[in-house]
């Protein structure tokens, strides 16, 4: 058993660091736009400024799942064994839960910050905006 405590203990830590790393750059604005880390739905990585903004309103509940791992790989090594185990496993379930919350209303932040359908330009405010520009003529 000690063998698995110890293998959680440096899974759960290891993850606790790198998602307390993602949640201080994204408190700060400091994550760029990537294909690895932080918010990553089609709303967040429409721009860079949404892409800081999902990761901004995503960080204080990524650095709560930061803290919940690594509660998690402390009880993960603590003397106890099953317990321990089933503690880490606990912590790792509210850790993806609260993740996954602050990447929803990451992602809703940015969705509700992106320019409105007519802010974006394109086909269809002017009839020589497109090829069916013949068509808008009148007969």
């Known amino acids: 058993m000690i063998v698995v405590s110890v293998i959680l203990f440096?899974?759960?830590?290891?993850?606790?660091?790198?998602?307390?790393?993602?949640?201080?750059?994204?408190?700060?604005?400091?994550?760029?736009?990537?294909?690895?880390?932080?918010?990553?739905?089609?709303?967040?990585?429409?721009?860079?400024?949404?892409?800081?903004?999902?990761?901004?309103?995503a960080a204080p509940t990524t650095a709560a799942a930061a803290v919940m791992l690594l509660l998690g790989a402390v009880a993960a090594i603590a003397p106890g064994g099953l317990f321990g185990v089933i503690a880490a496993a606990v912590t790792t379930a509210a850790a993806l839960v609260s993740a996954a919350y602050g990447g929803t209303m990451g992602t809703r932040a940015a969705a509700a910050a992106a320019p409105a359908p007519d802010e974006q330009g394109g086909c269809g405010h002017s009839c020589i905006s497109c090829s069916l520009k013949d068509a808008c003529k009148p007969a």
């Open 10 to 57: 440096v899974l759960l830590l290891a993850a606790a660091v790198a998602l307390g790393v993602v949640a201080a750059l994204g408190l700060r604005g400091r994550l760029r736009r990537n294909a690895l880390v932080g918010v990553r739905t089609e709303a967040s990585m429409a721009s860079d400024e949404s892409f800081a903004l999902a990761n901004k309103v």
